[in-house]
């Protein structure tokens, strides 16, 4: 009810989910969705879409052309250029969720994460995901088999400079079991909100 709405607002509502390339948080975050029913943000990238990817679903996906007009009209938060193409994050997906008080989780590169929490720092909780070992990350990253060789090359050259950025998420998880690892971050949010969120 209305009670519920009021404490929300000023409660944890943006989850920012971050982790290494290939740690596994885009699984998390679907086991996630379907656990809980959370909503996810949605990016707008200039990169190409993949086969099964959808647009309005998993991003939007724009022309550079687009972004930079976007851009030069203030509507992003936040934007990053990941491995040769442009990421970002609205204004307005952010302030939606936290004047509704709705929970909303961001995957976001490490970069995005620290930029949104710096902006909205009293309605974010950031959680960074680590793989169980390098080793596992590295035969993860080769068999997903979505990237070229040069673009293999290029996230784990970005590895070394996300790890970095560990200690100063709110939450450090390591991915060694999908349903554990859910268990986790549901207990996060559940910890650190005082909102309703609804688990099966
Ligand atoms: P992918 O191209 O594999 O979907 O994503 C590449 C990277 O871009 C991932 O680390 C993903 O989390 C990040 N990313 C996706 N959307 C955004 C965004 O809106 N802002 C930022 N900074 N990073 C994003």
Not at 25 to 36: D, H, I, N, V
Not at 53 to 71: L, Q
Not at 89 to 97: G, S
């Amino acid at each position: 009810g209305s009670q519920h709405m009021k404490e929300n607002y000023s409660s944890e509502t943006v989850v920012l989910v971050t982790g290494m390339s290939g740690a596994g948080k885009t699984t998390l975050c679907r086991a996630l969705q379907q656990r809980t029913g959370i909503e996810f943000s949605i990016s707008c990238t200039t990169r190409d879409k993949r086969d099964y990817e959808v647009d309005g679903v998993d991003y939007h996906f724009i022309t550079d052309e687009e972004f930079r007009s976007r851009m030069s009209n203030d509507e992003f938060a936040e934007t990053e250029d990941v491995h040769g193409c442009m990421y970002g994050t609205l204004k307005e997906t952010i302030e939606n969720a936290i004047t509704t008080g709705e929970i909303i989780l961001f995957e976001v590169d490490v970069k995005g994460a620290m930029s949104i929490k710096s902006l909205y720092p009293k309605q974010t909780v950031s959680i960074f995901v680590l793989p169980p070992s390098m080793e596992d990350l590295r035969e993860r990253l080769i068999n997903r088999g979505t990237d070229s060789e040069e673009r293999i090359t290029k996230r784990l050259e970005r590895l070394k400079i996300e790890i970095g950025y560990k200690e100063k998420f709110d939450f450090n998880v390591i991915n060694d079991d999908v349903q554990r690892t859910t268990d986790e971050i549901i207990d996060i949010i559940h910890t650190q909100n005082k909102g309703v969120l609804h688990v099966s």
